[in-house]
Antibody
Framework: EVPLVESGGGLVQPGGSLRLSCVVS????????MTWVRQAPGKGLEWVAN????????YYVDSVKGRFTISRDNAKNSLYLQMNSLRAEDTAVYYC???????????WGQGTLVTVSS | DIQMTQSPSSLSASVGDRVTITCRAS??????LNWYQQKPGKAPNLLIY???TLQNGVPSRFSGSGSGTDFTLTIRNLQPEDFATYYC?????????FGQGTKVEIQ
């Protein structure tokens, strides 16, 4: 097993902020790209953002650009997603996952629920 | 961004059936295509990567094929534990995208 444990989800008002964390163990965290994927209630999977091993390359889905920031701390084996200016449509379960470059997301966390509502 | 289109969106099948799900990319993605299985309330599970390579531990009744823009996931001898939703995903670019999913239901 390669545990990835997300935290930081919860209920937030529109326009608010949350910071998600994903702590990993069981592999050399600094050797892998990492990603965040979300799933709105009853909907399909949506890739949100990814980050290269040392954090110099980052990519985002258009709908979160300028509002979300992906980052990592390799010394703490941790991945983060800072989410600002949250909207109702950001309501979803957010998963972190390990990227096996060009070969899919091979390990996933259990997910953390973010609910944006007044 | 590359758009991924799966068909059908849902299907009904019986235990023992052979099931085929297709995935089409909006532009060529070579063989950079992955398949996932997701059961309700659970994280997705990687089944196949690089279009046709079975992930460790995945039963051999699952297979994938295709290249370029058209891909297929086949499940032979459908088992009760295979009733789930399946997603394709392209990893050709660094902005990865998923198909909308195919729900396989019990007939």
């Amino acid at each position: 097993e390669v545990p990835l444990v997300e935290s930081g989800g919860g209920l937030v008002q529109p326009g608010g902020s949350l910071r998600l964390s994903c702590v990993v163990s069981g592999f050399t965290f600094s050797g892998y790209w990492m990603t965040w994927v979300r799933q709105a209630p009853g909907k399909g999977l949506e890739w949100v953002a990814n980050i290269q091993q040392v954090g110099t390359e980052k990519y985002y889905v258009d709908s979160v650009k300028g509002r979300f920031t992906i980052s990592r701390d390799n010394a703490k084996n941790s991945l983060y997603l800072q989410m600002n200016s949250l909207r109702a449509e950001d309501t979803a379960v957010y998963y972190c996952a390990r990227v096996r470059q060009a070969a899919g997301f091979d390990y996933w966390g259990q997910g953390t629920l973010v609910t944006v509502s007044s | 961004d590359i758009q991924m289109t799966q068909s059908p969106s849902s299907l009904s099948a019986s235990v023992g059936d052979r099931v085929t799900i297709t995935c089409r990319a909006s532009q060529t993605i070579s063989s950079y295509l992955n398949w996932y299985q997701q059961k309700p309330g659970k994280a997705p599970n990687l089944l196949i990567y690089a279009a046709s390579t079975l992930q460790n531990g995945v039963p051999s009744r699952f297979s994938g094929s295709g290249s370029g823009t058209d891909f297929t996931l086949t499940i032979r001898n459908l088992q009760p534990e295979d009733f789930a939703t399946y997603y394709c995903q392209q990893s050709y670019t660094s902005r990865w995208t998923f198909g909308q999913g195919t729900k396989v239901e019990i007939q």
